[in-house]
């Protein structure tokens, strides 16, 4: 029962932050594979859009994941779903740190790792750049 109670908690949150999350997609993934997302951040180390790029990449599939959640599936499968979201997260969380460090003002950088650090139950660090994100949209 913990476990149904820890996974449900967790996607629940996730869902509800998604939502506002995948309003924005910054690049088609469709369109632009994860090799050329790659090799741009790697041959443009100081190209914070490139590396922006590469994290809404893993990001969007993260979210995507979350939005299509079958509200039957089971505990195992939701725990699977978790789990996948996690580790997509856990991939794009350097490419956006980077993305963030080359560029602090962008907003929608600052939403990205909060919804990043949430999915990965970082509370603090998801709203330390949720306040970040609030802040720099009103300016």
Known sequence: MKTFLSVALVITSLTSFAQNMHEYKVISTDDINETVLINSSESHPEDGQAHFNLAAHYYNQGVWQIDHIDNKASDDELK???DNVQRL????????????ELNSSSAKTCEM???IYFGLNDLPKAEEFSAKARSLSTH
Do not use: M
């Open 89 to 100: 997260f856990r991939i794009a969380l350097p490419s956006a740190l980077k993305a963030h």
């Open 113 to 115: 790792l909060s919804g």
């Open 80 to 82: 699977t779903i978790q």
